[in-house]
């Protein structure tokens, strides 16, 4: 199997600029640190051979940066899908997002993206620098100290209960492709369902009160892709930014999940993004969860063009207050 | 800032003897935007709009707010009251403390204290009212039929009759449909022909009507009064405008074994053929599925025959592209086939035959030229067993057949028994049944004339199963009322099979974005009260498209419909519903979820530059309303992630802004 | 739960206008008494109610929140209640899941013939909300006075 690499990908990016297949491409570059990878568009190949980087980080889910950067100028779009950006994309085109004959697609396979979270509560913080060796990444600190940690180890949440190994849409891959995984994604949300009532709000109420409406989530996600968002349109009932007590945050994150039901691939760039550490990726989980318990398995991304369930229906479909069992 | 008044009703003591009227109209006096408020004993009297009317010229009035009974009581009139001085009407709200109010409570406090919470409401709404102007757009005034049965072929007659052009789109070669394949129609037992045939050339005689034989709808763009179809007309390979109808050519052609659609395939025909003598137009048609010339390019006898020079074996299928101001759905019935009823022997024995192929066998123009002969060895039946209801009133859950009763099988079966023993007397004939349902008018004497005087057997009771046996069909059978099996050595057995809607239907609702049952047979604007509507406006119903019925029902159903399209072709313009969906272009992202949640197929989408902030322009898909076709339920407002669709009348603002008042 | 007989709560009743609208009309012209503090909003269809008026009634002050609409086939645009089923059995879900109390919302299929249905259903669930008591789970502070 062909090991993808910073060197790999650089390579073809140069290769298809130079060739004229592309004129632009979406790529990751350094940020302050190692691990915290900004994206970025590059325009030569010069460019790239000197600020183009792919590591254990570069977890950014590029899909949604089509939008803007395929209305700009003329040729296409180099983008870098790792599986599970794919369904984000699929998605997006469902949705008439982007012109599709101005994006070329290269799928690449992913071993799992590294939690920087993840690393620094096993290694310790100030760390300075992170290279990856095999399955290990050994971390330099401020001390000069060197600490190894395995990579699967130190694994987003995301990629622990990764959901497919398979692209569903490219132009070209590298690499082989790999299959559909099951996975225990919805573990965390059974084990909400399974609280009392007064436990899930304690555990609500203590995640979202941490919220501080940095509108990271919603910055990042591929599906919240609103030429103007009701959040910021004061027209909509909902525009409020101020966080003045426990309930604006939850209005805020019920909508925005509602908004991308049926819509979001479960990609985890919510949770990814957000500085506060709450798991958002639990509010779209449930939805989608219950959307498979109610209407039937449904991936979003998993086919272009399929009808999202919030715009479908059956004549047999659950009653709203069924849907919440009323005894408990 | 609106400049509103607020007019309190006391509907007599009706609104007055639970609500403390006077504190209502001095509490809403203080709401934002009111400049006025008064009440009076019944606003809805002409001294009570006058009231209305003086305070809007006095006052400067830019919105009222009515407390009254129900809107879908009184909210026309006022309506009517504020357009009469000078306000638009859509500059009105109705709060209803008559029927959601004081006949539902009982305590003056906090009945009144409701009151002011739903006045409360209903301004904080009008202030955020905008003036509303129902769309106009013009009507096209010429109308298309789609089928051309007798469902067909009545509608169009009665339209062309109020003045209208009409076309027929029918894909066979002619017009007719069902209808011409019968032999005799019950109860009266008039010939289908006799009848059928005198209206089929009023459609060709008819200045107003035009013909599309053996052509299809292929696409439907538009909206009511402003429909665009393409029909496709097929290339028959005959100079349709040359051709005489003389039919040597359909004698000469040396391809003899095409079999006989007309005839239910019990004969064959040529592969150039008129399928009927009676046909209309009465033009040959050249088979290209069978005619050697244009498989293989050798034969050309029918063009030598051809003394017109009609024949054509160049021609191309033509696509014409057409303007409408109404479509009637006329697209019939078929019956179901019966390849799932093994048990009755259909597809092992050929003297197993559907009740179609019956009337056929009884056609003077049929095959047997109207001898009832069994088709395996021409001889006269002497025993017929008639089965009812296959594959009507099945089970739900069954793999075969359909759940509903086919309504006409019971008639069709009564006719046939007792045209059988009026022609026939030595035959014996049996009919099997669930029921014998006979709701029409002189429907259930004709069946007792069947069973008293034509002496036909009727038995409770269904077959179990055909056999053939030798040159007979054993019939097994159960009598449910004498409580005992029956066997009975038939020499035909006749199948009433169940009807289904032609399979051309359903892309046709595709097109029209109307709507189905499960079944396919066309949904009804509403069932009772405008069931020859499709909810599709601009679109009508005609015959067994929208479900099964007999001859006389058909008609009068046809007739239904071309009454609403002529009272919509009569329109030179139509009004719509200001309370339309609106698509802010701005916001619009073109994902499509709107336009997924539409019944009604009425937003479309447009690519559109637009100049970016950096200066540079971008091309973005937004949304647009059609207004004349959107009806106002406002699913797409909610399907919208941006909120760039709102709905007028109903705008988000206008609903939190009720909410608040509600909640404050 | 202790149950405060004092306490009245607030509730927003959203009414599609051709079939539960109707309802509440009948309930009226029957006299069929239901309580004061349910407040009916007229929407042409049960699918046009947002979940932001729901949320925004909730943050307002409501202590319960109704939907009605035409039972499923009767829709007078034929398809909207199917939409609204979807989207209230996911937010219903999703309000359970973050907590609130379930019995503060509810949807109540109610045609133009039920009027005893639309009352007997408005006194149930206020006797629901009231037993509830005052909404604090989804509500802003800064909204009440």
């Known amino acids: 199997m062909q090991k993808i690499t910073c060197e790999s990908l650089i390579e073809k990016a140069c290769e298809l600029i130079e060739n004229g297949t592309v004129s632009r491409v979406i790529g990751w570059k350094k940020g302050e640190f190692d691990y915290d990878l900004t994206p970025a568009v590059f325009a ?19 899909s949604k940066y089509l939008i803007k950067e395929t209305r700009k100028g003329e040729g296409k779009v180099l983008v870098f899908l790792k599986p599970c950006d794919t369904y984000s994309f699929n998605q997006l085109l469902t949705e008439h997002r982007f012109d599709r004959e101005k994006v070329y697609a290269v799928g690449i396979p992913c071993e799992g993206m590294a939690d920087i979270a993840k690393v620094k509560a096993a290694v310790g913080d100030g760390i300075l620098k992170i290279t990856s060796e095999g399955d290990e990444l050994i971390v330099e600190n401020l001390y000069g100290d060197v600490n190894k940690v395995k990579l699967a180890d130190v694994l ?6 990764c959901k497919s190994k398979k692209h569903t849409a490219y132009d070209e891959l590298m690499g082989e492709d790999g299959e559909i995984l099951d996975n225990n994604r919805f573990d965390e949300v059974e084990k909400l369902e399974n609280m009392t009532e007064d436990e899930r709000f304690a555990f609500w109420q203590n995640e979202l009160s941490r919220c501080i409406r940095c509108n990271a989530c919603r910055d990042v996600c591929p599906a919240c892709t609103c030429e103007k968002c009701v959040f910021d349109n004061p027209k909509s009932g909902v525009e409020n930014k101020a966080i003045a007590d426990s309930f604006e945050e939850k209005m805020f994150h019920i909508i925005r999940a509602f908004h991308v039901a049926g819509r979001c691939t479960d990609c985890g760039e919510c949770s990814r993004v957000c500085p506060q550490n709450i798991p958002l990726h639990l509010l779209n ?18 086919v272009e063009g399929s009808r999202a369930p919030l715009v479908n229906y059956t004549e047999e479909d659950i009653e709203p207050n069924d849907a919440v069992k009323r005894e408990e | 800032m609106q400049r509103i008044g607020v007019f309190v009703c006391w509907c007599g003591s009706n609104i007055a003897g639970t609500v403390d009227v006077e504190k209502v109209s001095e509490a809403l006096k203080n709401e934002p935007g009111v400049v006025f408020s008064t009440n009076y004993q019944y606003m809805c009297s002409q001294a009570g709009q006058d009231i209305i009317k003086d305070a809007i010229a006095e006052h400067k009035l830019t919105g009222i707010v009515v407390c009254s009974c129900s809107p879908r009581m009184h909210e026309a009139t006022f309506r009517k009251t504020a357009a009469a001085a000078g306000l638009n009407s859509y500059m009105v709200e109705i709060a209803n403390i008559r029927e959601q109010c004081s006949w539902v409570h009982k305590d003056m406090q906090s009945g009144t204290e409701k009151a002011i919470i739903l006045g409360k409401a209903a301004v904080a709404k009008v202030n955020l009212n905008a003036p509303l102007t129902p769309g106009e757009s013009p009507v096209t005034k010429r109308a298309l039929v789609i089928g051309g049965g007798i469902a067909g072929i009545q509608t169009a007659l009665d339209i062309a009759e109020a003045g209208f052009p009409v076309d027929i789109v029918e894909k066979k070669p002619t017009i007719g449909g069902k209808m011409a394949q019968l032999d005799k129609t019950f109860p009266t037992l008039d010939c289908a022909a006799c009848i059928l045939t005198p209206k089929m050339v009023d459609v060709a005689q008819n200045d107003k009507i035009r013909i599309f034989s053996y052509s299809e709808v292929e696409e439907i763009g538009g909206f009511v009064g402003n429909f665009t179809v393409k029909i496709k007309k097929k290339a028959r390979y005959v100079k349709e405008d040359v051709c005489t109808g003389c039919g040597i050519c359909t004698e000469k052609c040396p391809q003899k074994k095409v079999p006989n659609e007309f005839n239910m395939g019990m004969d064959n025909r040529r592969a150039v053929y008129i399928p009927f003598a009676q046909a209309v137009p009465k033009v040959a048609t050249i088979d290209p599925n069978y005619c050697t010339m244009l498989k293989t390019g050798k034969c050309g006898v029918c063009a030598k025959v051809c003394t017109a020079g009609a024949i054509d074996y160049t021609q191309k299928d033509e696509i014409i592209e057409e303007k409408y101001g109404a479509i009637v759905a006329a697209t019939g019935f078929n019956p179901i086939s019966m390849d799932k009823f093994d048990e009755f022997a259909y597809n092992q024995s050929k003297d197993v035959i559907t009740s179609l192929e019956f009337e056929r066998l009884t056609n003077a123009a049929g095959p047997t030229a109207g001898k009832l002969l069994r088709p395996s060895d021409g001889k006269h039946p002497h025993t017929i067993v008639f089965v009812q209801c296959v594959g009507s009133r099945c089970d739900a859950c069954a793999e075969k057949g359909k759940e509903y009763c086919s309504k006409i099988c019971c008639m069709y079966t009564a006719k046939h028994a007792m045209l059988t023993r009026d022609k026939y007397p030595d035959t014996d004939v049996y009919v099997f049944y669930i029921d014998v349902r006979t709701p029409g008018k002189a429907f259930d004497e004709f069946y007792r004339r069947a069973v008293e005087e034509y002496g036909v057997h009727y038995i409770k009771g269904m077959v179990g199963k055909v056999s053939p046996e030798g040159d007979k069909l054993m019939v097994r059978a159960s009598d449910l009322l004498a409580n005992k099996q029956l066997n009975i050595a038939a020499d035909l057995v006749v199948l009433a099979a169940a009807i289904e809607p032609d399979k051309s239907a359903r892309p046709l609702a595709t097109m029209l974005t109307a709507s189905m049952d499960t079944n396919d047979f066309f949904t009804e604007a509403h069932p009772k009260l405008r069931p020859v509507e499709s909810p599709t406006a601009g679109v009508f119903l005609s015959g067994t498209c929208q479900g099964p019925k007999d001859i006389p029902e058909t008609v009068s159903q046809a007739s239904a419909a ?3 399209v002529i009272g919509l072709l009569a329109k030179d313009k139509l009004m719509g519903n200001p309370c339309v969906a609106q698509s802010n272009e701005l916001m619009c992202n073109g994902c499509s979820s709107c336009e997924r949640v539409c019944p009604y197929g009425a937003i479309t989408y447009a690519d559109k530059e637009f100049r970016m902030p950096d200066r540079t322009v971008a091309i973005r898909r937004v949304a647009m309303v059609n207004e004349a076709v959107c009806q106002g339920c406002g699913a797409c407002t909610v399907a919208c992630p941006s909120g760039a669709m709102d709905l007028k009348g109903f705008a988000t603002s206008q609903i939190i802004a009720e909410v608040d008042a509600i909640c404050k | ?39 009916i909003i007229r929407v042409p269809c049960s699918c046009r109610v947002n979940p932001i008026f729901i949320l925004r009634a909730f943050q307002r002050g409501a202590d319960g929140v109704i939907i009605c609409g035409c039972h499923p086939g009767d829709c007078h645009y034929t398809s909207g209640n199917y939409y609204t089923r979807r989207r209230m059995a996911l937010l219903f879900s999703m309000l359970n899941y973050l907590g609130i109390e379930k019995e503060r919302i509810r949807l109540e299929w109610v045609s133009a013939a039920e009027g005893a249905k639309f009352a007997a259903t408005m006194n149930e669930f206020t006797e629901a909300v009231t037993a509830l008591g005052e909404n604090k789970r989804l509500e802003d502070l800064r909204c009440k006075k």
């Open chain 1, 285 to 302: 989980r449930k939805f989608i969860k219950d959307i498979n318990t109610f209407y039937g398995e449904y991936q979003a991304g998993e």
């Open chain 3, 1 to 39: 739960m202790q149950i405060n007989n004092e306490f009245k709560p607030k509730i927003v009743a959203f009414c599609c206008n051709w079939c539960s609208y109707a309802g509440a009309d009948l309930a009226g012209n029957n006299r069929l008494a239901y309580p004061e503090c349910v407040n």
């Open chain 1, 156 to 161: 987003a949440e995301r990629c622990v209960n």
């Open chain 1, 44 to 62: 030569n190949a010069d460019e790239i051979k000197k600020n183009f980087i792919y590591n254990d980080f570069s977890g950014a889910n590029f």
């Open chain 2, 562 to 564: 071309a009454a609403k």
